[in-house]
C-alpha cells in the first residue's frame, strides 16, 4: 500500500458522480461565471462565518489578497508586517500591491508568528498587518488582532489554510477564523480544508463598503455599469461555485475527519527521538499536519521508500526565495529560518484510511528510531 499525500473528496465516486449532475445543469443553463451558485456560495459562506459585511467569490486566494490589499488604499513607501515564514502568494501581493514588505520571525517551537514577531516590526509606516493562521492554526490571530486595534493599523486575515478553524480570547466566546480582521481572504485550492476541484478563492469584511468595493473590482472595476477604477478578473466560474456550496455542507464532517487523523498522529508519534509534534491547539483546523526533525531530508526519503508521500512546506523563507533574497541581504530570522529547514508535512485529508493513517505512523517512527 501507498499513501499520497492528498486526496481530494471529489475523486470518490458518489462525489464525483453528484458533481458531474450539477455540472450538467451548469452546461446546458449557459451561465459559467458568477452566477446563481457563486451567489448561494457567497451567501452560505457569510452565513457560516456570521459575516455581516459579506463573502466575494473569487478565482483564488492569491487574488483575494491583492484585492484585500487594494481596499486598503496603500501608498508607495507605506509598510505591511508578514511572515516570512509562509506562502509567497502573501508576499507577492504586497509588492503587487506598491507597498514595502517587512517580513517577521515566527515562534521558536510553533510555525506562527505570534503578536511579539508582529508588534517587534511596527514601526511610523506600517499602514497593514497580513497575518496568516498557517497549518488551520489560528491560535495567535487575538492577540494579533488586540495589538492591531490598539494602534489603530488594519488587520488582514489570510485564512487561506483556516476555513473551519475557531478561536477563542480568555473568557469570551468562539469566533471563527476569518472574522478577526478587516478583511479575511480564503482559497478553496483543492488541498485546502474546503478545496474545489479546481482554482478558487474569496473574501470577507465586515464593512459592507469593502464587499462592495471587491465585487466591483473582481470584474474589471465595474460598477453600476460604468468602470469606476483599475480592476482585475478575479471572478469564480459556476462549476468550482457549485462544488464549494456542496462542499461547505460537507466540510464540519471533513474537518471532524482531519481532527480525528491529526489526534491519532499526535499520540502515535509522541515521544519519537528527533520528532517535535505540532501544538494541538483548541479549535485547530489541520489543514496540514507538520512535524519538525532536524533530519527532515532522511526522515522523508525514508518515508518516500516506504511509499508513504510527504510535503515540505515551506523549503524557503521568502527572504531566503532566490528571487527576492537580493532585496534582503542582511535579514536574519533564526526560528523562521529553522522552520524552513526541518517542517515537514504528512498526508491528513478527509477519506484517509485507518490502515494509511497507521501505515504513516509506522513509517515515521521506524525512521525516526533508525536514525536516533
Ligand atoms: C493557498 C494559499 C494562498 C493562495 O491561494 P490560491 O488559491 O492557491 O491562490 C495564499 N496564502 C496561503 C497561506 C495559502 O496557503
Known amino acids: 500500500m501507498t499513501v499520497p499525500f492528498f486526496r481530494s473528496p471529489w475523486q470518490a465516486p458518489a462525489s464525483a458522480a453528484l458533481l458531474g449532475e450539477r455540472f450538467a445543469r451548469i452546461l446546458q443553463s449557459g451561465h459559467y461565471i458568477l452566477g446563481a451558485n457563486a451567489r448561494d456560495f457567497e451567501q452560505a459562506l457569510a452565513h457560516r462565518l456570521q459575516r455581516s459585511g459579506g463573502v466575494v467569490a473569487l478565482n483564488s486566494g492569491t487574488d483575494a489578497l491583492v484585492l484585500a490589499l487594494r481596499l486598503l488604499d496603500l501608498q508607495p ?20 500591491a506598491g507597498a514595502v514588505p ?14 511579539t514577531e508582529v ?18 492554526d489560528a491560535s495567535a490571530i487575538p492577540a494579533i488582532a488586540a495589538g492591531c486595534h490598539r494602534r489603530g493599523i488594519p488587520l488582514i486575515e489570510d485564512a ?29 485550492y483543492p488541498t485546502k480544508t474546503l478545496g474545489a476541484p479546481g482554482d478558487a478563492g474569496g473574501l470577507s469584511s465586515p464593512h459592507a463598503a469593502f464587499i462592495e468595493r471587491a465585487m466591483s473590482l473582481r470584474n474589471h472595476g465595474l460598477h453600476q455599469g460604468s468602470h469606476a477604477e483599475t480592476g482585475y478578473n478575479s471572478r469564480m466560474g459556476e462549476f468550482q461555485a457549485a462544488a464549494l456550496v456542496h462542499g461547505l455542507g460537507r466540510l464540519d464532517d471533513w474537518l471532524d475527519q482531519r481532527r480525528h487523523i491529526a489526534q491519532r498522529y499526535l499520540a502515535g508519534l509522541a515521544g519519537l527521538p528527533g520528532i517535535a509534534l505540532p501544538r494541538d491547539h483548541d479549535g485547530h483546523a489541520w489543514n496540514y499536519f507538520v512535524l519538525r526533525c532536524r533530519q527532515r531530508d532522511t526522515l522523508r526519503a525514508a518515508m518516500a521508500q516506504e511509499g508513504v508521500d510527504t510535503r515540505v512546506y ?12 537580493r532585496h534582503f541581504p542582511a535579514l536574519e530570522l533564526p526560528n523562521a529560518q529553522a522552520h524552513a529547514r526541518q517542517a515537514l508535512a ?7 484510511s485507518d490502515a494509511e493513517v497507521e501505515k504513516v505512523i509506522q513509517a515515521v517512527t521506524r525512521a525516526a528510531r533508525r536514525s536516533a
Open 77 to 96: 513607501g507605506d509598510e505591511v508586517i508578514l511572515p516570512s515564514y509562509t506562502f509567497i502568494a502573501c508576499f507577492e501581493a504586497v509588492v503587487r
Open 102 to 115: 517587512v517580513l517577521c520571525d515566527s515562534q521558536a517551537d510553533d510555525f506562527l508568528a505570534s503578536e
Open 346 to 352: 504528512l498526508p491528513i485529508f478527509a477519506g484517509m
Open 119 to 136: 508588534s517587534a516590526c511596527i514601526s511610523p509606516r506600517t499602514r497593514a498587518v497580513m497575518a496568516v493562521p498557517l497549518f488551520g
Open 160 to 188: 487561506a489554510q483556516a476555513l473551519g478553524a475557531r478561536v477563542r480570547l480568555e473568557g469570551q466566546d468562539w469566533h471563527a477564523a476569518g472574522t478577526l480582521g478587516d478583511v479575511a481572504t480564503f482559497s478553496f
Open 314 to 325: 515551506y523549503s524557503h523563507t521568502i527572504h531566503q526565495q532566490p528571487a527576492y533574497v
